[in-house]
């Protein structure tokens, strides 16, 4: 069976799929559901096509990006796809040293500390990751009436990982430096944001029908400092991709205090962790903007009839939402069970079916 005729397939073209309708805010046959990360982690199929290809070389062969990002929607009958990639390529493609280290993540050679690190962080141009341009090619080809989701690190937690040179619990050298030098910080993160907005021009030019802003760490930030120091370049991104017309999606963990302010932001769609539910999260967030989320990821490691009544507590604290697509609240966790996240997808369809 291709990835597109789903047995649920009143859906004939992308546009009016029961993702980007929902993400639109308009009527939807059932909500749409996909899973962040679930591409990659805890599938077999994956792990096998992944043997002995180092990460950041994965992403830059498009048969295999092309084969791992089907692999869930064959698998689940998500509604939709995400592009196997990960947020530091871009940074990868500008010549900057760094490598995805399995089990740490990404790890960069030099940290960009000063002014003159700067001066490394260079213009993205469509060449340098052409390979994205060829796969997405590839990709929408395959997927038919699926939408592809393209995606992007955001300029905090891309210079988290530039800053520290490397993941970080507490972020200390990265709020060193937005704190002690405010000038440079919002340089790098000006920087950040312009290589960002041409990694998600690049997706969206070559066919991606929505794209998704990951600022993961972000919550590590009160809210004033958000404001003034990570705000401005996250917006600029937002307005960057504005004109395409593609649902946005702004995505952290552990953001309950940001959500007004990621509202603010100004993408169409705000993701939720499982720490605020969706009805609350709606009032923070405010009017006007989709809602995405919001299981725990965790709660896929209990019982069936568990993981049903946590899905129906997701649901009800959605039913009067104006746009809701269902996703867990961060990513699928690496030794999760695939057939838990098979049976959330059937679970969540048919209680949903209108
Ligand atoms: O969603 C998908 O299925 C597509 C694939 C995808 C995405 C969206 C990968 C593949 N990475 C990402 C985004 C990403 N990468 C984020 C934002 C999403 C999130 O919060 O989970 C972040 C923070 C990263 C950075 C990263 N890359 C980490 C986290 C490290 C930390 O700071 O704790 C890790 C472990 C990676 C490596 C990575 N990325 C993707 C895969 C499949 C892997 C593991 C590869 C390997 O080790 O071989």
């Known amino acids: 069976m291709s990835a597109n005729d789903s047995p649920r397939a009143p859906q004939t073209t992308t546009h009016d799929s029961a993702f980007l309708r929902a993400c639109r805010r308009e009527p939807v046959p059932h909500t749409p559901v996909w899973f962040m990360r679930q591409a990659g982690r805890s599938l077999p199929e994956y792990l096998k096509v992944r043997e002995g290809i180092p990460m950041l070389e994965s992403c830059m062969r498009p048969e295999l990006v092309t084969e791992i990002t089907l692999q869930p929607v064959r698998r689940h009958k998500v509604d939709a796809a995400i592009y196997f990639s990960d947020i530091v390529v871009p940074l990868k493609a500008i010549g900057i040293d760094l490598d995805i280290k399995p089990g740490v993540g990404p790890v960069v050679a030099d940290p960009v500390r000063t002014r003159a690190d700067l001066d490394r962080l260079r213009d993205l141009t469509p060449e340098d990751v052409h390979y994205v341009t060829e796969a997405i090619g590839m990709l929408t080809a395959e997927l038919g009436a699926t939408p592809l989701i393209g995606f992007a690190g955001a300029p905090f937690t891309l210079a988290s990982y530039l800053v520290e040179g490397g993941p970080s619990r507490n972020h200390e050298h990265t709020k060193a430096l937005m704190y002690g030098d405010p000038q440079l910080w919002a340089d790098l993160l000006d920087r950040l944001a312009e290589i960002t907005s041409a990694f998600l021009k690049v997706q969206i030019e070559a066919g991606a029908s929505a794209v998704q802003l990951f600022d993961s760490w972000v919550g590590a930030l009160a809210p004033a400092d958000y404001r003034r120091s990570v705000m401005p370049a996250s917006a600029k991104v937002f307005d960057a991709v504005a004109g395409y017309g593609v649902p946005r999606i702004h995505f952290g963990v552990g953001t309950g205090e940001l959500l007004g302010l990621m509202g603010e932001a100004g993408a169409d769609v705000v993701g939720v962790d499982w720490r605020v539910p969706l009805d609350e ?71 949903t079916a209108r």
Not at 303 to 314: F, G, I, L, M, S
Not at 324 to 331: P, Q, T, V
């Open 281 to 351: 999260a709606a009032r923070r967030v405010g009017p006007g903007r989709a809602l995405q989320g919001n299981l725990d990821p965790a709660v896929l490691f209990s019982t069936p009839e568990a993981v049903r009544a946590k899905t129906r507590e997701v649901l009800d604290a959605a039913a009067g939402l104006d746009g809701h697509i269902f996703n867990l609240g961060h990513g699928v966790l690496p030794t999760t069970d695939p057939d838990a996240l098979t049976r959330l997808v059937a679970d969540v369809h048919e209680q």
